[in-house]
């Protein structure tokens, strides 16, 4: 069978399918090309940010290279309204919840995604972060519903997102699940389509979404990191692979090119870094795992919006037809949008590439708030109070995040021993590090939600401490790896560390350290439960994934093996709180500094 006649037997099935049938008409083509004008405005990486997010989360350096206030929900608002014309279509590469403040993590994310649906949101790649409390949870989400076990929220049943979520790359490990994933392509699908989804597999989502503006349609492709794992909890998605992206965006292409869709659009959860303090609108973008994905897939796909670094850039990279396309990303938290404007053609139905422009708005706090988006995060803002103000737990006093001399802290110290008690059934894990840029406040015995001074700690109050939303895992280290890990908590050193940072240690675990020693030979002394470690032996070290990931320079971690993943840190931290209660600050006698 010749290309043309397979296709236009797949064009038969999509007729037939009806959803798709318009798609395939063929336009007039005696008529000379007429451009249709579409424009595209893009978030990612939102996570919840339905308060303006404060501190550096909530600063932006614009496009003069200010840093400026920037993201919340009734500013976003504003600045769609204001970007918004009658050709629009909103978008999202994921990561929209997830990692989220209680306002919305109290909710499962219901008020995060009901928000969206507030924009006009109308199509989102999955992140990394819609996968936090699985995949059943994410179709709850998606679908509607209340909560198995939490229940309805205070705004009733959950009606579903009002937007398409799509995640080409995300399939079942089993070859013979049931799917509803293609019923954006028609109720009954097409032969062709089935054919080839046989030799791909079974999509655990929609691969794709067709949004029609002005008579053509659009196709998006939706994509997250394959990464996605090794930094999700693992029972969430125990049904389900991550594949190459670049090999999904290939096969979603294909897909859309069988029911006659060729203006495609890639979001793609998925991004690179950025040198620090360039504009939003610069192409600083280091070619990483996002470049790879923005330069290889099908030279039909036109655009490539990306996410998950967090980092604003615009760039124009080469397809493998060596065409220019679009690669950008919005930055996260809601401060960033992007505006990407295009022309299609209207007989050729495809994107006429020279007409694709893309800017990055920062979202500005200098605009009148949204007031409809005020009301509602104020409802949000009254629910979540009594949650905010359950109390977990009761200290005997202040629980500092001030650092001793050796650079323990006495709250660093007991969520290292809350991460440890959490990790060691599911995990086997034997000592815990905790990273201490991430205890991000004290706890103080007079800010009971009364002020009277009796020690009880709250919800809120433990959320304010640990709210990343970082989930705890295990990896086996040697001795001489968890040496090197300590090494690098020091300035300088092979990776360059910026600052020193000392891991806070659970309560078994002892060393010296001798900050004026040379680099390598700063640590010395290592005990658990006082027998000394010898470099060979492996030891289960419990961190939230960000150590684990490498981060704050702590390269050493991704030597670890056998990586576990378990519960959330802010759920260790309040559970341990709850079993020792009342608690008194742990003394920070578990780092010896010599000179
Ligand atoms: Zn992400």
């Keep these: ?51 303006p997010p404060t501190g550096s989360s909530g600063r932006m350096v ?16 504003a600045h769609m309204k204001a970007l918004a014309d009658k050709n629009t279509i909103a978008v999202a590469q994921g990561d929209l919840i997830g990692a989220t403040p209680l306002i919305s993590a109290a909710y ?8 969206m649906g507030k924009l006009g ?13 699985g995949y059943s949870e994410l179709r709850r989400i998606m679908k509607g519903g209340c909560h198995p076990v939490d229940g309805c929220s205070p705004a009733g049943e959950w009606k579903g997102a009002a937007f398409d979520y799509v995640g080409a790359n995300v399939l079942f490990k089993n070859p013979h699940e049931k799917s509803d994933a293609l019923a954006a392509l028609g109720g009954a699908k097409p032969g062709a389509i089935k054919h080839m989804l046989r030799d791909w597999g079974v999509p655990a989502l929609p691969p794709v979404s067709i949004k029609w503006m002005n008579g053509v349609p659009i196709g998006f492709i939706g994509l997250v990191t394959q990464t996605t794992p090794n930094i999700v909890t693992s029972e969430g998605i125990k049904d389900l692979k991550f594949v190459d992206e670049v090999k999904a965006a290939n096969v979603a292409s294909k897909l859309l090119k069988l029911v006659g869709v060729k203006a495609q659009v890639v979001l793609v959860h998925e991004g690179d870094q950025v040198n620090a303090g360039q504009s939003p609108d610069a192409c600083s973008a280091v070619p990483g795992a996002g470049n790879r994905i923005a330069t290889q897939v099908d030279p039909e796909i036109d655009i490539v919006l990306s996410g998950h670094s967090h980092q604003a850039y615009v760039c124009t990279v080469k397809d493998p037809a060596g065409h220019d396309r679009l690669f950008s990303q919005g930055g996260s938290f809601g401060r960033v949008i992007t505006q990407v404007d295009l022309k299609v053609n209207a007989r050729t139905r495809d994107i006429d590439r020279a007409s694709v422009v893309a800017d990055n708005h920062v979202v500005t706090r200098t605009v009148t708030p949204d007031p409809e988006i005020s009301a509602f995060v104020q409802t949000w803002k009254d629910r979540v109070a009594p949650v905010a103000n359950k109390a977990v737990g009761t200290i005997t006093t202040d629980i500092t995040n001030t650092a001793a001399p050796s650079g323990e802290s006495a709250l660093g110290d007991l969520i290292a021993d809350a991460q440890l008690a959490a990790t060691k059934t599911g995990g086997n894990a034997q000592i815990a590090l905790m990273n201490p840029g991430g205890v991000r406040a004290s706890l103080t015995h007079a800010s009971s939600p009364a002020g009277e001074g009796d020690g009880v700690v709250t919800y809120g109050e433990a959320f304010t401490v640990q709210p990343f939303n970082n989930l705890m895992q ?4 040697t001795g001489a790896q968890l040496k090197t890990v300590l090494e690098q908590q ?12 000392i891991l806070q240690p659970s309560a078994n675990f002892t060393y010296t350290y001798s900050a004026g020693a040379p680099w390598g030979s700063k640590v010395s002394d290592m005990k658990i439960d006082g027998v000394p470690v010898t470099d060979t032996q492996s030891i289960r070290v419990a961190a939230n994934n960000f150590l684990v990931g490498g981060g704050d320079a702590f390269l050493g971690f991704q030597d670890g093996t056998d990586l576990w993943s378990g519960p959330l840190d802010i759920d260790a931290f309040v559970d341990y709180l709850g079993q020792h209660n009342p608690i008194a600050p742990p003394a920070t006698d578990r780092i010896t500094a010599v000179a």
């Design 108 to 115: 499962h994310d219901e008020p995060s995604v009901e928000f």
């Design 1 to 51: 069978m010749t290309s043309r006649s397979f296709l236009r037997l797949a064009l038969a099935g999509a007729v037939a399918s009806g959803a798709v049938m318009l798609a395939a008409l063929p336009a007039d083509a005696s008529k000379a090309p007429r451009t249709v004008p579409v424009r595209l405005l893009a978030l990612n990486d939102f996570h919840g940010n339905l308060e």
């Design 121 to 133: 949101l109308k199509v989102a790649a999955v992140g990394n972060h819609e996968f936090d409390e």
């Design 62 to 77: 614009d496009e003069n290279g200010q840093t400026v206030e920037a993201g919340g929900a009734v500013y976003i608002a």
């Design 474 to 477: 295990v990896v086996t280290l």
């Design 490 to 501: 020091f300035t300088g050193g092979p990776n360059n560390q910026a600052f020193t940072k």
